[in-house]
């Protein structure tokens, strides 16, 4: 296998500091460093600041082979990248006469003139490597210094990309024999990363030296991410592949799908090829289930509707919910919610209903019900599956983590009337 390449992202600006941008370039990096076979190995965000630039600039020539910058090239005096690079590398600042011309031509096309500021951004580090911007006026700058390659982009995210896509890469790809990363996500819900851990720690500690896995824990899921390097693609996906055959017997009731696959949409394909379809009625979760299986394309063949009976009048009234049960147990309750699962079946005519009644938080708890305590349902006609669910303080994750648990009672609904 091809040694690894590895590189350093640096993103420089104090908005990022600040929180006023967004850092989406440096994602956005990662990502298409992972497609060419780059290890991206560590990520910096530094501000306006000459020394800490210099820090962040020694700590990454000794970490790795291509460090990417972004940031500090506009005109102003806050920009300050070009003259650290200066002062990093013992060179010195000159005039580019075809980036002077190109900065030039940039102003004209739009009816300006350049200006003294402007023309400044044609002198660039004697040491560099000159590379036009075709859609800004910064410079994009390509160095090969202490045993590394550098480059500095500015931050203005559709310039970095035209940088990227136009220049970087290819010289990437020409100056470098890269191997092949491959990824394959095995989606997981309805257990904890370390019961899961547990389960299939042996399948694990065989894995071969060049096939990693990670766990990437959410809300109320788990994906499995298995990554493989090697000198050619396809022997490393069918390794890939053959060691999740060998992990899918141990975990089988728990995977519902694989690298783009959401639980929503892994339910959608099932309802479609079983011709079946649900209905929802959803208290705590105030509407937010049915977003999210009407979010994936197509929910309609397969979603008949909702009724979100948020008042104990309307889970009497609209769904048929016994006042004589609401009274004794409570809209937060099993019997309640079976009821509210069975009714909104009936009445939109549907495979499956599923119910959601709770305490979303962060008030309106008590010692019997506190906040977080949640009951769900699935009646497929003949059986109601329940379940208790006991969260957070948090109303936002709680409404999020009670409608996955719905959807995966769904799915285990669906898994014993396969049987």
């Known amino acids: 296998m091809n040694k690894p390449v590895t590189a350093e992202i640096i993103s420089i600006g104090d908005e990022l500091l600040y929180g006023q941008i967004l850092d989406t370039n440096s994602k956005w ?21 000459s020394e800490a630039m210099i820090e962040a600039f020694k700590s990454a020539s000794k970490k790795a082979d291509i460090i990417l910058m972004t940031g500090g090239l506009g005109p102003t005096k806050d920009d300050l990248t070009k003259n650290v690079l200066v002062d990093f590398f013992n060179s010195s600042m000159k005039l580019f006469p075809n980036a002077l011309e190109d900065v030039r031509k940039f102003f004209e096309s739009r009816g300006r003139e350049l200006s003294p500021t402007n023309r400044s951004q044609a002198y ?54 890269l ?59 069918k390794e890939v592949d053959e060691q999740i055959a060998k992990l899918e017997p141990l975990i089988a009731k728990y995977i519902y799908g694989y690298n783009t696959d959401t639980i929503a949409s892994a339910l959608g394909q099932e309802l479609n090829q079983r011709n079946e379809n649900i209905a929802i009625a959803e208290s705590c ?35 048929g919910v016994s006042p004589e049960t609401l009274a004794l147990k409570g809209a937060v309750s099993e019997e309640t919610v079976i009821e ?19 305490v979303a ?10 906040v977080g305590m949640v009951w769900i349902a699935c009646h497929d006609g003949e059986k109601c599956w329940t379940r208790m669910l006991q969260l957070t303080k948090d109303r936002l994750i709680n409404i999020q983590l009670t409608s996955t648990a719905s959807l995966n009672l769904l799915r285990e609904t669906i898994l014993y009337n396969r049987k």
């Not at 990502?31 to 530094?46: A, L, N, S, Y």
């Open 29 to 49: 990096l990662s990502e298409e460093m992972d497609k060419i076979g780059v290890r991206v190995v560590r990520k910096t965000t530094i501000g306006d600041d």
């Open 124 to 177: 660039l580090p004697s040491n560099c490597t000159y590379i036009q911007n075709a859609v800004g006026t910064a410079p994009g700058m390509w160095f090969e210094e202490n045993g590394s390659v550098w480059m500095s982009m500015p931050g203005v995210p559709h310039e970095m990309k035209y940088l990227m896509e136009n220049a970087v890469i290819p010289k990437i790809k020409e100056k470098y024999k």
């Open 340 to 358: 509210m699962s069975k009714q909104v079946r009936l009445k939109f005519n549907s495979t499956y209903g599923l119910a959601t009644s709770g």
């Open 285 to 319: 979760t105030g509407g937010y289930l049915s977003h999210v299986i009407t979010s994936i394309p197509g929910a309609s063949n397969y979603f008949n509707g909702s009724i979100t009976p948020y008042h104990n009048t309307f889970k009497e009234h609209l769904l």
């Open 361 to 370: 938080g962060p008030g309106g708890g008590s010692d019997e019900k506190p």
């Open 179 to 237: 191997p092949v990363i491959y990824h394959k996500l095995v989606k997981t819900i309805g257990i904890g990363e370390s019961w899961l851990s547990d389960i299939i720690s042996d399948w694990e500690d065989q894995l071969p030296p060049h096939i990693r896995l990670a766990y990437l824990p959410s809300l109320g899921e788990v994906k499995l991410r298995l990554t493989g390097f090697g000198v050619s693609l396809p022997p490393i996906v």
